[in-house]
Structure formats: C-alpha cells, structure tokens
C-alpha cells in the first residue's frame, strides 16, 4: 500500500514539472457598478508554450489576480497547438495572420536576426521557441486581437514534409521546385 502511495506521489512530482513557461501578456482591472458602490475584478491574457514548437494562449477573469492569472494559464495549456519550424529556430515560410482588425505579417529570417516583433506578438515568439522572426502588426493594437491574428497565422504554417504529404509527393521535390537554379538555356 504505502508504495502505491509513493508511486502517486512521483506521479504528481512528475506532473508538477514545469515543462511549460508561461508569459503574462496583459492584465485588465475591470469594474461593476453595484448597489453599494463598485466591484473590481480582474483579467488576465497569458500565452504559454514548451519552447520546442508548442504554443497556446488563454484568458482568466477572477476577483484577485493570481487565481485569474492561474485560470488563464490553464485555458492555455488546454488550447495548444504545434507549429512546424525550420531548424527549430524560424518559420518555414512567410505567412499572414487576422482577426478582427488585428492583422499581422511574418516572415522568416537568417539566423541572428532575432524575434522583431512587439508586445503580444514577442511573448508569443518566446514561448514558442523561434529564435528568428521578422514580424508587423497593422490593424488593432488590442492584445487579444494581436496574439488571436497570430495564433491564425501559425496554423496556417507547414513544413515541406506536410506539403508533400499532401501532394502525394517526395520532400526532396518540393524542396527541388523551390530552390531550384535558373535554366542553363536562360545564359547563352
């Protein structure tokens, strides 16, 4: 018996890892007016990822801070999805992203470019593990309008290896057709 207790006990060690990093975008005091006066509440926008190609994002209202902080993070970890990177480090192609009146564009970069991008956007980058992005937000600078038009885009991205799946194809073809060299014909 006590060792199907110490089995438990890692079993929760073990989920209790932070395999995650979370980052907290924005907080917002939000009020009701009620009979006696105003109740103040709060909300909370947090972007979560493992840093390996995994991202989500989520948004907690609470009385207190922490617990709406801790409730956002929990919808994050719930609402995640796997973005494909080239070298694990940047996009495999440039790609746009909307929602609402966010709308963002992304392109990929050479390495030692680093993460251009702002506010929302950055956090997302972070959390996501790219290490070179070159990013714009036009449109609506609302932070839950930017990360949303984000997490568009990113589901929009694929990895060659997706394409030619989908084509029925050969990755080194659809690499070939891409990065292919001009016809010798074209110089003469």
């Keep these: 018996m006590a060792e199907r207790d110490n089995r438990r006990g890692n079993r929760r060690d073990r989920d209790e890892t932070p395999e995650f990093a979370d980052r907290l975008v924005a907080i917002n005091r939000v009020s009701k007016t009620v009979k006696g006066g105003k109740r103040f509440g709060f909300a909370a926008l947090v972007v979560v990822g493992d840093q390996k190609g995994r991202v989500g994002f989520g948004k907690g209202k609470a009385k207190e801070v922490p617990e709406a ?12 999805i796997r973005v494909p990177l080239r070298e694990g480090r940047t996009l495999h192609h440039d790609v746009n992203g909307r ?9 990929t970069a050479p390495e030692g470019t680093g993460i251009i991008a702002g506010g929302p956007m950055r956090a997302v980058f972070e959390m996501l593990g790219v290490k070179d992005v070159v990013s714009k937000s036009l449109g609506s600078a609302n932070p839950y309008n930017m990360i949303r038009a984000t997490m568009d885009g990113l589901t929009k991205e694929s990895s060659p290896r997706q394409v030619a799946a989908r084509r029925g194809k050969k990755v080194a073809d659809i690499l070939k057709k891409d990065d292919a060299p001009a016809p010798a014909a074209a110089e003469s």
């Design 99 to 107: 929602h609402g009146a966010g709308k963002v564009i992304m392109r």
């Design 69 to 80: 902080i801790r409730k956002a993070t929990e919808q994050a970890k719930r609402q995640m």
